[in-house]
């Protein structure tokens, strides 16, 4: 198993930029693929980004392209969301997740069998 906790959430002012990191602990990080999802109030848990186990693949939702960077550094056990031009629509709580079901950036949540605790991201305009 993996145990995932997330930071860097925080208030920010619209076009701003936040970074998110989602720390791994438990079994080797760079045997799972990940992914950040998202929940607004009222909404449903979507996904944001997604990255495959080695770094070298990456899915992007399409409200997020070119905004939005993942990335992970396997030696640290870390996973990052860097979020830049920040929208107000942007405001949930952010959840990283992982998955050993493949090495590819699974961009479906049920794939998905670990969650970390979230963190809230809030944008104002």
């Known amino acids: 198993q993996v145990q995932l906790v997330e930071s860097g959430g925080g208030l920010v002012q619209a076009g701003g930029s936040l970074r998110l990191s989602c720390g791994a602990s438990?079994?080797?990080?760079?045997?799972?693929?990940m992914g950040w999802f998202r929940q607004a109030p009222g909404k449903e848990r979507d996904v944001v980004a997604a990255?495959?186990?080695?770094?070298?693949?990456?899915y992007y939702t399409d409200s997020v392209k070119g905004r939005f960077t993942i990335s992970r550094d396997n030696a640290k056990n870390t996973l990052y969301l860097q979020m830049n031009s920040l929208k107000p629509e942007d405001t949930a709580v952010y959840y990283c997740a992982a998955t050993d079901r493949g090495p590819t950036p699974w961009a479906h949540m049920g794939i998905y069998g670990y969650w970390g605790q979230g963190t809230q991201v809030t944008v104002s305009s």
């Open positions: 990255i495959s186990w080695n770094g070298t693949s990456t």
């Open positions: 438990g079994r080797t990080f760079s045997t799972y693929a």
